[in-house]
């Protein structure tokens, strides 16, 4: 009679369930792993594998160095064509008309591949890869959309806002997407998100750090937002048009600074709006007897 195999048994298939093996094959398709086959294979290479490792090594830094630029598409890396981060839309403006250029973004990485190793949500892996390209695609003059993020990753454009947020409240960190760097969109605006970061009590050198913008960009809003909220409590109105004429800006402008002092004057804390409110949505009017307008928050 065959005996039964005890449940201590080594079985023949041990990593059918742990989710790291499933990736190491993964790890392997690499430019160094080319090397080897075609050191062995084609060159009949027949050392030790410490000795091969080493002498790939040295060949790929070789390579990096001569030959490897911004401009070359390296494995797991695609070529894409954005909007100039220089190019700032104007109303109606079509991107026929707006400046293009194209830029190399890193698709898949090693850092993904140990998220899928250490089991992480598909979610908080593909927020992360909407950071790194998205950032790729500035550091390089360029603005990754909305749209083009979602084709890219096989995702639709809302779901892309979602990831966005989500990274935010995660990381504390902005993903800087085109709408976020142009102001442009459903998108919550680059002002905003420093306004908020201030008044949540972070530095300037912690908001640059999150924001990834320039000092005096910082300061600019942060001193616009300061005078706004002197306008207000002086003439006692949240009417945007007022503030506008007396400070010399838009009048959106004046209607987003004015909507996030309605939104935090009672508060040190911030209480996020949803991520997808338009600025006219975050306040409702009231006229008072005198026929002055008044703005406050929405319950």
């Known amino acids: 009679m065959t005996k039964k195999k005890k449940s201590g048994d080594n079985m023949i298939n041990t990593c059918k369930n742990d989710t790291r093996q499933h990736y190491i094959p993964v790890e392997k398709l690499t430019y160094g792993t080319r090397l080897k086959q075609m050191l062995k294979e084609e060159l009949g290479f027949q050392g030790k594998p410490k000795v091969l490792d080493l002498l790939v090594s040295e060949i790929e830094t070789i390579t990096n160095e001569c030959y490897v630029d911004e401009h ?6 695609i070529r894409v064509m954005v909007p100039s981060v220089e190019d700032r839309p104007s109303w109606g403006q079509k991107i026929e008309d707006t400046k293009l250029v194209t830029v190399t973004l890193t698709l898949f990485a090693s850092e993904d591949t140990e998220g899928y ?10 927020q992360r890869r909407l950071a790194r390209m998205a950032a ?13 993020a979602a084709c890219i990753l096989g995702v639709k454009q809302a779901t892309i806002s979602k990831y966005a947020a989500a990274y935010y409240q995660r990381e504390k960190k902005i993903i800087p997407l085109r709408g976020y760097i142009h102001d442009i969109g459903r998108t919550t605006t680059h002002k905003r998100w420093i306004i908020e970061m201030y008044l949540n009590g972070y530095t300037e050198k912690e908001i640059q750090e999150r924001t990834e913008h320039k000092i005096l960009s910082i300061e600019r809003y942060l001193r616009r937002y300061i005078s706004v909220t002197q306008a207000i409590e002086e003439m006692n109105t949240l009417d945007a048009s007022k503030i506008a004429r007396l400070l010399g800006i838009s009048v959106c402008s004046a209607k987003e600074y004015a909507a996030i002092y309605a939104e935090y004057k009672s508060t040190s804390k911030i209480r996020r709006l949803d991520y997808y409110a338009q600025i006219n949505e975050q306040t409702k009017e009231n006229v008072s007897d005198d026929g002055e307008v008044n703005v406050s928050p929405k319950e």
Not at 136 to 148: D, F, I, M, N, Y
């Open 117 to 126: 190793k250490k089991n992480e949500k598909s979610a908080i892996i593909l």
């Open 136 to 148: 790729e695609a500035v550091k390089q003059g360029g603005v990754l959309s909305h749209s083009t």
């Open 72 to 77: 070359q598409v390296g494995l797991g890396q």
